[in-house]
């Protein structure tokens, strides 16, 4: 099937299946428009894809080989530049089309900005937004945008969704204060731990979308991020997590966000392929 608003880009190397077949469905979102710090993650998308191939599609610790699952990579979506909220609708769009032609299939977003997710969640309509991130992305406007990257989960709550945020170590007072009198639970990156994971999400109604702002890891492991932090999560910390939620909840879209960068191999893409692979494999086993 075509799509509106995707366009061809490099591909997984896997031999990939058609939209209408696939389990798993890699979108590109390779949108910056609003990032504040430090751009490149337009070519987040292009850079998951590449560092994908310095990696073994088997995985060992699941005995799964993902190059031989359905999977397929309906490219990227052509961005609306400088429009946030514009480029978020094709994102909805275009996973409510594929949703048309395959209701089960589950959409797996490559970014590029985090403010780009609340098109996947539009889409999808899941009851809980389970994200890992550094920042609590609670604000009700930032550089005079809504639709900032810095305002996501503000705008996700709004849409009546339970949420759970971990590895946070950035926020300003007035977010705490809308996390508290709106019921959003989060864990400070230096108290995460497993129990404080299940704690708050076992409660949580499902569908879940989980989204995975890769700013949330520590900053050695991806120092190419749109606004990056000290102090962040390990990798096997966040792997473990997604592990037990794949297994004990319906999750029904996953986004891997903010990777940034424009060096092929770079650091950041290499822990944002490593994730994905193992989202996949989790997803699968
Ligand atoms: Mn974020």
């Not at 996953?254 to 950041?268: H, K, P, R």
């Amino acid at each position: 099937m075509e799509f509106l608003y995707t366009h061809e880009t490099l591909k997984l190397e896997f031999p990939l299946v058609r939209p209408e077949e696939a389990k798993y469905v890699i979108l590109g979102v390779p949108f910056d428009g609003t990032t504040s710090y430090k751009p490149g993650t337009r070519f987040g998308p292009t850079l998951i894809r590449q560092a994908t191939l310095n990696l073994e599609s088997y995985i060992l610790d699941y005995d799964i080989d993902i190059a031989e699952l359905p999977i397929a990579d309906i490219g990227d979506i052509a961005i609306v530049a400088g429009d946030p909220r514009k480029t978020a609708d094709r994102v909805r769009e275009t996973i409510e089309e594929l949703r048309r032609v395959n209701p089960d299939a589950i959409p797996i977003l490559l970014g590029g900005e985090h403010s780009q997710t609340l098109g996947a969640v539009e889409a999808l309509k899941p009851a809980s937004y389970v994200v890992f991130d550094a920042h609590l992305d609670l604000r009700d406007s930032y550089e005079d945008n809504p639709y900032n990257h810095a305002c996501v989960a503000r705008r996700i709550a709004e849409l009546g969704i339970r949420e759970a945020l971990f590895g946070i170590r950035s926020g300003t007072k007035e977010e705490v204060e809308f996390a508290k009198e709106n019921g959003i639970s989060w864990v400070h990156a230096r108290d995460y731990d497993f129990d404080s994971f299940i704690e708050l999400v076992k409660p949580l109604p499902e569908p879940v979308y989980l989204s995975i702002d890769i700013d949330a890891f520590d900053l050695s492991l991806v120092p190419s991020t749109g606004t990056p932090e000290a102090g962040g999560l390990r990798f096997w910390d966040v792997i473990e997590a997604v592990e037990w939620l794949v297994e004990n909840k319906k999750v029904v879209g996953v986004d891997i966000m903010e990777v940034g960068g424009t060096e092929l191999g770079n650091v950041t893409a290499l822990t944002a392929a490593k994730l994905l692979f193992y989202i996949i494999g989790a997803l699968a086993r």
